[in-house]
């Protein structure tokens, strides 16, 4: 109890825990279209593709405003999207093999440029480490700021297109027939879904981020039918997986905050799995069973 | 089972049909489709009178699905031209309807029979507006006309195939179109749904609309369609069943290319799994 007051008093607390659930809310939301649309496996390729990016944009800039880091995460993001989508449609690569190849390079170069920030050890401290499994703790006001703004874009757009997204996830190809740009449709979805993931590098980290994106989106379709409930309990579920595991994480100095947030969001994920009315695994094993034993009669 | 008025009334209502007096429906002209180097629909030429009931024939890799997806701009062309009633699709795309194959989408997608249904409003709509009350209520017109209505709340993946199949029929109705593209409508549906197609199809044709098929079985053809082209990369022959439907042009369609046919649409097919990224 007094944890909850203190929640709303405590300048670092409120900022954490705003933080995380505003990532939980925009990486839930935006994880239903790459779920739906089997684009999981991008995610996780953007988001280990931001590291290269943030370190760069740090190196050249020597600034730790997250607005750089964080342009130049996106920028970063982007470009392996484009590659690609280029190695796909130019070579005989397969999807799979393409994400495996992008999302490895960047991370490595990622690590490799991080290596070297570090050793290079500046007067000021860079803190880009806190980037590889996110540190809730290190939010301050401009970065719930910033995660607001782009977040609230991000939904935004995303409310305002919802019925072309929905179109373009369910069936690509009648939506072009139709004369919506399903190219336009896609980079502008893939873009978002940047967005999402650079919301959450501070706080879930890069090699984790990913998981935002599934997690929420994979628990909520256990519960309905229904797109427009899975978007809003997903982003319930994020925002509730971010703040539960952010505030543990602080409690605590030792703990990085993404491997938190997704334990957390992981005790979501198997209720869901096990027990939502539907589609849980309990359930139907009931149901099995119930059968045999009628059928046994 | 099939509530004629619905389509009809609202076609008067629907943009007018471009020189319906002198342009034909469909006019495809020197169209070639290739994946890498290899030809997959090569020099068709192909006009579809007004008003026919129209089935593409051919043997597996034949382009069938190609030739549908190159009119509606959906696959690049290397030459070429389509017209829709004398003018480019791109100018008449209020006047099509598209049935895509069943299997072509997730049915696991999490939305309901209506809802599917009303995506064939959106091209009207355009971008940003929502469906409102008019686009709901002509969706449960349209899924009535295929025997549907009791299931406008079900969620998708659980209705049988041929229920599927019905409600990408009602989506395209909800289209309220000219003309009709229909990916392999029959393929892998009940004895029920079947006869709802049949009967769907006659009533599309006693409203004057023309409806183009791809259809694989040669047995039930003759009966359901009045005019036929026989595909097999190139176009054989094209007019109606009596006259083109010939022994003779069965085994140019079928005869001995069977095996390259095949081998051709495997790599097609992988081509398409492996690009499925830029959609």
């Not at chain 2, 180097?37 to 008003?51: A, K």
């Not at chain 2, 095949?262 to 790599?267: A, L, P, R, S």
Request: aromatic content about 8%; some cysteine.
């Amino acid at each position: 109890m007094g944890g909850l007051i203190e929640l709303f008093t405590d300048y670092t607390l409120r900022n954490v825990a705003l933080g995380s659930a505003l990532l939980g809310v925009v990486s839930g939301v935006l994880g239903c279209f790459a779920v739906l649309r089997r684009q999981g496996l991008l995610g996780d390729a953007l988001a280990h593709a931001a590291l290269p990016g943030i370190c760069l944009a740090y190196l050249l800039t020597a600034s730790k405003t997250p607005v750089v880091l964080l342009l130049g995460a996106a920028v970063a993001g982007w470009l392996a999207t484009l590659l690609i989508l280029q190695i796909v449609k130019h070579t005989r690569i397969s999807e799979d093999g393409a994400l495996g190849i992008v999302l490895s390079t960047f991370f490595a170069f990622g690590i490799v440029l991080l290596t070297f920030i570090t050793k290079r050890s500046d007067a000021h401290q860079s803190g880009l480490d806190k980037f590889l499994f996110g540190q809730a703790a290190t939010l301050v006001e401009e970065h719930v700021i910033t995660m607001a703004a782009l977040g609230g874009a991000a939904l935004g757009m995303v409310a305002l297109l919802y019925k072309e997204f929905k179109l373009l996830a369910f069936d690509a190809p009648f939506a072009a027939s139709l004369g919506f740009d399903t190219n336009v449709l896609s980079v502008l979805l893939t873009s978002l879904i940047v967005i999402a993931i650079v919301i959450g590098l501070q706080t879930v980290g890069v090699v984790l981020m990913a998981a935002m994106l599934i997690g929420p989106a994979v628990a909520a379709r256990q519960w309905t039918d229904r797109l427009g409930v899975m978007i809003i309990l997903a982003a319930l579920f994020g925002a509730g997986a971010g703040v539960a595991g952010a505030l543990i994480s602080v409690s605590d100095k030792g703990i990085p905050t993404g491997p938190m947030i997704i334990l957390s969001l992981t005790v979501i994920v198997l209720c869901s799995l096990f027990f939502a009315p539907a589609r849980g695994l309990v359930w139907d094993a009931l149901r099995r069973t119930r059968q045999r034993a009628a059928l046994a009669k | 089972m099939i509530a004629q008025s619905i389509v009809e009334e609202r076609s008067s209502t629907a943009v007018p049909r471009m020189d319906a007096a002198v342009a034909n429906p469909v006019e495809i002209n020197d169209l070639t489709v290739a994946y890498r180097d290899n030809p997959v629909l090569q020099d068709i030429d192909l006009t579809v009178p007004e008003g026919k009931l129209a089935a593409i024939i051919g043997p597996n890799g034949a382009g069938k699905s190609t030739l549908i997806k190159a009119v509606l701009g959906l696959v690049p062309t290397v030459a070429g031209s389509v017209r829709i009633y004398g003018k480019p699709y791109a100018q008449q795309r209020r006047l099509i309807g598209y049935v895509p194959q069943r299997n072509s989408v997730d049915w696991d997608f999490p939305t309901t029979a209506l809802d599917v249904v009303m995506m064939g409003t959106y091209g009207r709509l355009g971008w940003i507006r929502r469906p409102g009350k008019a686009e709901r209520d002509f969706a449960m017109h349209c899924l009535a006309q295929v025997g549907m209505d009791g299931y406008a709340d079900r969620q998708i993946s659980q209705l049988s195939g041929g229920q599927q199949q019905r409600v990408f029929l009602a989506r395209a109705l909800a289209q309220n179109a000219h003309i009709y593209f229909m990916d392999e409508p029959f393929v892998g549906v009940d004895a029920v749904t079947e006869r709802a197609i049949v009967a769907l199809l006659r009533e599309l044709q006693r409203q004057g609309k023309t409806v183009i098929c791809v259809h694989h079985d040669l047995d039930s053809a003759p009966d359901y369609f009045d005019w036929v082209a026989l595909l097999n990369v190139r176009l054989i022959a094209s007019g109606p069943f009596e006259t083109t439907f010939t022994a003779d042009n069965l085994r140019k369609t079928y005869g001995g290319t069977m095996k390259a046919a095949i081998e051709h649409f495997q790599h097609f097919e992988e081509d398409r799994r492996g690009s499925r990224i830029e959609n």
